[in-house]
């Protein structure tokens, strides 16, 4: 019998979620404690939002922002990918993997997406379709 090691396209597996997070965490302290050397770096105030790993765990792709909008997120990205080689080291000595993972910087648009949501959860229209009562609500009312 063949043993699947893959997903099966479910989303990432436990093990993913539980390095990725991992990364996460180390990764923002690195950068809140400022150990970097790059002075650019250590200026700016950066958010880790999220890292998701690749099957094998050799990729890792975090996604950033910048805090506040203090510098501009291609700006911010660029002093990260400048010192991917050191921030890899420090996450490779915090974590007990076979490979240490390259790590792919990219924004995170997260509140990007919950400003637009907000927005279209405020259009009049919207607001009218959410307080109109459906067919199930009518239902529920004459038993």
Do not use: W
């Amino acid at each position: 019998m063949s043993n699947k090691r893959s997903s099966s396209g479910n989303g990432p597996t436990q093990r993913q979620l539980r390095v990725g997070e991992l990364i996460r965490r180390t990764l923002s302290d690195v950068l809140n404690r400022a150990e970097v050397h790059d002075p650019d770096l250590n200026r700016m105030s950066i958010t880790v939002g999220e890292v998701s790993c690749s099957n094998d765990l050799k990729v890792a792709t975090v996604y950033v922002a910048p805090l506040m909008g203090s510098v501009p997120m291609e700006e911010a990205i660029a002093a990260l990918a400048r010192n991917k080689a050191e921030l890899r080291h420090r996450v490779a000595s915090e974590l007990t993997l076979k490979y240490a993972p390259d790590l792919r910087f990219r924004p995170d648009e997260t509140f990007d997406r919950l400003d637009e949501t907000r927005r279209l959860f405020a259009d009049p229209r919207v607001q009218q379709d959410v307080a109109a009562p459906t067919a199930d609500d009518r239902d529920g009312e004459e038993d």
